[in-house]
Structures are given as C-alpha cells and as structure tokens.
C-alpha cells in the first residue's frame, strides 16, 4: 500500500489487504508522517505510529495484514529463523530477553517510517535559493498562498497540510473537513461506512469530516479524496473551485456544494483556465525525486 515510486502511496482509489479485500479508504502517503499530528483519514485518537500500526496489522473489517492472535506466533518464528534479523534485532534493542517481539517488530517498522523525510521538490529547492520556478509556478504559488483560492488555510503548513506538530508546538486542536464530496439525498449525509470523523463521535456535524493530506508528492498520489474518486489534479481543483462536488444519478446522487455540513472555507472559487493550471503547476513542483529514488527507502529485498 506504500510504494516508494509513488510517494509511499499505491496509486488505486482504495487499499487492498492481504487477503484481497478492499479498505475503505484511499491509502495516504507515509512520508514525513513524523510530523503528522494525526495519522489516517478520520481518527483524532490516532496520534503514535505504533499505535497506529496495530489496526492495518489485525483489523478485521477488512483484512489489511492479517495478523491474528493464532498466527502472529508463526510470524515471529519466520522474523527470527532469519538470519540478518536475527543479527541486527539485539543491535537496535540492546538488552532484551527477546530481542525479536511483536513489540519490537512494530518499534523498528515506526522507526523507519518517521525516517522518510519529504523536502527536497522544486519548490524546496526555490526556497533554498537553489532554482527558480517557471511563470506558471510562481503564479500558481501566488494563488495558492493567498485569499483568493485560500488553498493554505488547510495546506499551509510546511508539510502542507493544517495538522503539522513538532517538539515545541502549540497543542491545536486535530482539524478535520467535510469539503462537498457527497450529500446523499440532499440530507448531508455520506456514503457509509465513510463518513468521516461522524464514524467515531456520531455527532451529526462530523458527517464527511475528514484530516487534510499532505500535499507534498501529490503529483504523484492519484487518485485523491478519501476514497480516491477524484481521478486527477486538475479535478480536484476543478472540485473545490465549484465549492463541492455535485453528482446527477446513481446511489450518490446529490448536490455537495449545498451540504449543509460543509466547511466554510469551501466556499467555490473564481479561477480562469490559466488560473487552473498555474495551480497545478505548482502543486506539480511539490514533487521530492529525492524521496522516490533514494535506496535509502528503496525495497531491501528487491535484489
């Protein structure tokens, strides 16, 4: 679910375990998850990596790892049998009885995953003083930046998002957003069992509220949305210039630019055609090659 060529992402609408069910949501990017106050789409308990992991390793509804009390046992054993792990485990986790536990496989995998470090696109690099960006960069980095697409009320911090922590950083409230994706029947309703942080308060104002991605390495994390049914960047922001998505027919019709659990802030925008594209163009030179060339992160077993 997280390929280092597409930015740790998998590039289909939704996950699939390993059992070939399908998750209900689109996989994030793991980059730069150190600094993510808030992990997955819709889950303000989620704050710790390790936490984190144990649901895609034993959840049920839906398989993601299928990781059970009745074969975590046989799991271990193949970790151990091996001879690098066996090796390199006492190393990382000095004195330990058993080096090699579930505790410590999950310790070592979180451990990794705070070090996939994003920041080193073309627009890092302009900062830097590095590089210039085109025309339509500038532009698009103009519109991005300022009041009138309003893009970095939720994508403003330094890793693009508007849930970025750090040591030192004032306790904020976790943000999450309902931005029009759906209003099922024009009750403001989303389709379950997707329907944001509704799924853990049940309170009807977090219908469709979901955290805001890291926009860094979009260009390469298509499809986009929680559940991956806005297919390219263009549509996206052909989406939030309309204020919300409205679908026709079907099981999910509906008019999402009136769903009265909308955030104010998605409002619809005024953008021209070269509006459009020097947004994109931007959001283009968010793209780390470092990141998804490094052997640094690459596979280790690829060889």
């Known amino acids: 679910c997280h390929e280092q060529r597409l930015a740790f992402t998998d590039g289909r609408p939704v996950g699939v375990g390993a059992t070939g069910q399908h998750t209900p949501r689109n996989s994030p990017s793991v980059a730069n998850a150190a600094w993510r106050a808030t992990l997955t789409w819709a889950n303000p308990a989620l704050v710790r990596l390790e936490r984190q992991m144990n649901v895609p390793l034993f959840g049920t509804r839906p398989i993601e790892m299928g990781l059970t009390d009745a074969n975590k046992g046989r799991v271990l054993a193949s970790i151990q049998r091996d001879r690098w792990y066996a090796a390199q485990f006492p190393r990382a986790f000095p004195g330990l009885r058993r080096p090699i536990s579930l505790v410590t496989a999950i310790r070592a995998i979180a451990a990794f995953e705070r070090s996939i470090v994003s920041a080193d696109s073309r627009y890092d690099r302009y900062r830097r003083g590095l590089l210039k960006l085109t025309a339509a960069e500038l532009r698009g980095r ?50 379950a069992p997707n329907r944001g942080l509704f799924e853990i308060t049940g309170r009807p104002e977090d219908m469709g509220r979901f955290r805001a991605p890291s926009l860094r390495n979009v260009a390469l994390t298509a499809p986009y949305m929680h559940d991956g049914s806005i297919a390219t960047l263009a549509q996206a922001v052909d989406h939030y210039a309309a204020g919300g998505r409205l679908i026709t027919a079907g099981p999910l019709a ?35 090659r470092t990141l998804v060339t490094s052997p640094r992160f690459s596979n280790p077993f690829a060889a």
């Open 142 to 191: 103009n519109l991005f930046m300022g009041e009138r697409a309003e893009c970095s009320h939720c994508h403003g911090s330094f890793i693009f998002n508007d849930q970025a922590t750090y040591v030192g950083a004032p306790i904020e409230t976790p943000k999450f957003h309902n931005t029009g994706l759906y209003n099922l029947g024009g009750t403001g309703a989303f389709p």
């Open 254 to 288: 509906g008019d999402g630019r009136r769903n009265p659990y909308k955030d104010p802030l998605i409002s619809g925008i005024r953008l021209s055609p070269r509006d459009r594209a020097d947004l994109v163009a931007f959001l283009r030179a968010l793209t780390d």
